[in-house]
């Protein structure tokens, strides 16, 4: 069974520029997931979808950051435009809602997000 | 609110010794806890996770946690590191909405 793929893996960009972020979850996992990992810390949610509905973005940075997830499968999460302050490791994860494992958190490898 | 302390940012341990990693936790209501490990350029993965049933609970590669509602505490251990278990270990506690809190992680090195 194939995990979480996010692509691309690393990003460079300069400030002010826009970014994208592309995840698809695992199959059948209705749940999806968006962090946000500074250098040295845990991971912190910014949105969690359920299907294609966002049920909690209240981290979500509403000003330059915006997500969807248009079908209830395969996610994107864009910054326009990005500081400095955004150069980070955006994690995706999915989750089951019901039945056996229901809520373990899968988590994609990340994408790494410099911003010069 | 729910939250975790990790207790040391990073451990340093010989290969063949044991591993303990330290967690306390904040909640107000029985939590779920879990360990996550972090290896370099992979996904989080999951380690062990406690949901209130037995209060010892045992993960993947050999690693098992001890619930201690008196101590507040969840550590991590091992009792014997391996090289490849060298990597970032996050203590978390879930909301009641099913919002993962992770703590601020430890580092775990294994010399040979």
């Known amino acids: 069974e194939a995990g979480v793929v996010q692509s691309p893996r690393y990003k460079i960009i300069e400030k002010k520029q826009p970014v994208a972020f592309w995840c698809n979850p695992i199959?059948?996992?209705?749940?999806l997931y968006w962090y946000l990992q500074n250098l040295g810390q845990g991971p912190e949610l910014l949105i969690r979808y359920e299907n294609e509905e966002a049920v909690d973005d209240s981290q979500l940075p509403k000003d330059r950051f915006s997500a969807e997830r248009l079908k209830g499968v395969d996610s994107t999460l864009k910054i326009q435009p990005a500081e400095l302050g955004d150069s980070a490791v955006y994690l995706c994860?999915?989750?089951?809602?019901?039945?056996?494992?229901?809520?373990?958190?899968?988590f994609g490898p990340g994408t790494r997000l410099t911003v010069t | 609110a729910q939250s975790v302390t990790q207790l040391d940012s990073h451990v340093s341990v010989s290969e063949g010794t044991p591993v303990l990693l330290r967690c306390n936790y904040s909640?107000?209501?029985?939590?779920?806890l879990f360990w996550y490990v972090q290896h370099p350029n992979k996904g989080l993965q999951l380690l062990l996770k406690y949901t209130s049933a037995a209060t010892l609970v045992k993960g993947i590669n050999g690693f098992e946690a001890e619930f201690k509602k008196s101590e507040t505490s969840f550590h991590l251990t091992k009792p014997s590191a391996h090289m490849s278990d060298a990597a970032e270990y996050f203590c978390?506690?879930?909301?009641?909405?099913?919002?993962?809190?992770f703590g601020t992680g430890t580092r775990l090195q294994v010399f040979p």
């Open positions: 994860a999915s989750s089951l809602e019901k039945g056996q494992g229901a809520y373990e958190q899968y």
């Open positions: 978390v506690v879930s909301s009641l909405t099913d919002k993962l809190i």
């Open positions: 909640s107000s209501y029985s939590p779920s």
């Open positions: 199959s059948g996992h209705n749940t």
